[in-house]
């Protein structure tokens, strides 16, 4: 299961918003129905990153199974926020674990659309056993990051795509 969840974090992240979508809007997308997450973020095309990352650590599977997941999925262009290095460093073999912490800190077991956090405030538990803090009262927010399209549909879950990486807290 904390596989699964691992690798629909990671896909549900190959699932961003276009381009052109602005950091602060929030808009929904349905994908075509019948897509698992991995289908679904592969299909927009615009996520390398992601799918890289997917890849070195080993959840593509995971994220094709049954769910469901929530994932907060980052664009290429969030990946290209963090410090120089840092995506490099983390697709390193010896640095798989520390990839598969940081991927699955975007995914919550479970279901959970836009609307239902819309006015409040949550602390849900990722798959990494570490806490989000989620911000619904002004558009929605996950610790640092802006949703930028919510409620992606897949089979298996749902995608919001988010304008920064995540990373959990130290141990």
Do not use: W
């Not at 659309?113 to 006015?119: I, N, P, S, T, V």
């Not at 570490?130 to 911000?135: F, K």
């Amino acid at each position: 299961m904390l596989k699964q969840v691992f690798a629909a974090c990671a896909v549900l992240m190959i699932a961003a918003a276009p381009a052109s979508a602005h950091p602060r809007e929030v808009k929904s997308h349905h994908a075509h129905r019948g897509a698992d997450i991995v289908d679904t973020a592969v299909a927009a095309g615009q996520f390398q990153t992601l799918a890289a990352a997917l890849g070195a650590a080993g959840l593509v599977d995971t994220l094709k199974g049954d769910g469901p997941f929530t994932v907060f999925a980052p664009t290429d262009e969030a990946f290209r926020a963090l410090p120089s290095g840092t995506v490099e460093r983390l697709l390193r073999p010896e640095n798989r674990d520390e990839l598969i912490r940081v991927l699955s800190y975007h995914v919550i077991a479970g279901r959970v659309e836009a609307g239902d956090l819309a006015g409040r405030q949550v602390r849900p538990q990722t798959v990494a056993g570490a806490r989000l803090t989620i911000d619904g009262r002004q558009g929605v927010s996950i610790n640092n990051a802006r949703v930028i399209n919510a409620d992606v549909e897949a089979s298996n879950g749902i995608i919001h795509v988010i304008d920064r990486v995540l990373l959990p807290p130290a141990h």
